[in-house]
């Protein structure tokens, strides 16, 4: 089975830039998450969607961050005007609504530097 | 809150037995406990869960406490590249799963 991906694995810009990151779930996975990953922490959850709508973005910087799943498969997370604290890895995980566990699959990542 | 807690690193020689505690005091009674591990520059993997019974899979095995407050994933004959980080977290489906810092596990050969 293919994983998740996630695209661009690595991405350089500015402060006060905007960056936009991709997310393909696993094929049938209802759920999907980001996390942002800051340097020498655990991954912290930014938002959560079950099919295209969202279910937590509790922890999600409304101001400067968005994130959809229009169609309930592929995401992408926004961030503009990006500050210099957001640089970190951003992770795309998904899950399947049948797994009481909720064990999730992580994609790779993708590296966020703002200079 | 991670909900966890987890020693911040731990050392291990190649081909012995690893244990890496976790304690969850407040775990509730829904909550399962995930082991998942992430190697450099890579997405956390998962490795195993269990709810009340230790569990046993190809990549390692959990014994979890009676009283369900504490942990410990064994990893029965580290290798190189068992060396991650390893986060203990507590949730399930109804229950979001928050990362803590985990344990940076070294492995010697």
């Known amino acids: 089975e293919a994983g998740v991906a996630q695209s661009p694995r690595y991405k350089i810009i500015e402060k006060r830039q905007s960056v936009a990151f991709w997310c393909n779930p696993i094929s049938g996975h209802a759920t999907l998450y980001w996390y942002q990953q800051i340097l020498g922490q655990g991954p912290k959850l930014l938002i959560q969607f079950q099919n295209n709508g969202v279910v937590d973005d509790s922890q999600l910087p409304k101001d400067r961050f968005s994130a959809e799943r229009l169609k309930g498969v592929d995401s992408t997370l926004k961030i503009q005007p990006a500050k210099l604290e957001d640089s970190a890895v951003y992770l795309c995980?998904?899950?399947?609504?049948?797994?009481?566990?909720?064990?999730?699959?992580f994609g790779a990542g993708s590296r966020l530097t703002v200079l | 809150d991670a909900k966890t807690t987890q020693p911040n690193s731990m050392e291990s020689n190649e081909e012995e037995p690893v244990h890496l505690p976790c304690n969850h005091s407040t775990i509730s009674g829904t909550d399962y406990i995930h082991w998942y591990r992430q190697l450099p520059s890579q997405g956390p993997e998962y490795v195993i869960h269990g709810l009340t019974s230790n569990v046993n899979n190809r990549m390692a095995s959990l014994a979890i406490a009676e009283d369900r407050k504490s942990s410990t994933l064994i990893l029965h004959r580290a290798t190189l590249r068992d060396a991650a980080v390893y986060y203990c977290?507590?949730?399930?489906?109804?229950?979001?799963?928050?990362f803590g810092t985990g344990t940076l596990l070294a492995v010697q050969p």
């Open positions: 977290i507590r949730g399930g489906a109804t229950n979001k799963l928050i």
């Open positions: 995980a998904s899950s399947s609504r049948d797994s009481k566990a909720n064990v999730l699959t």
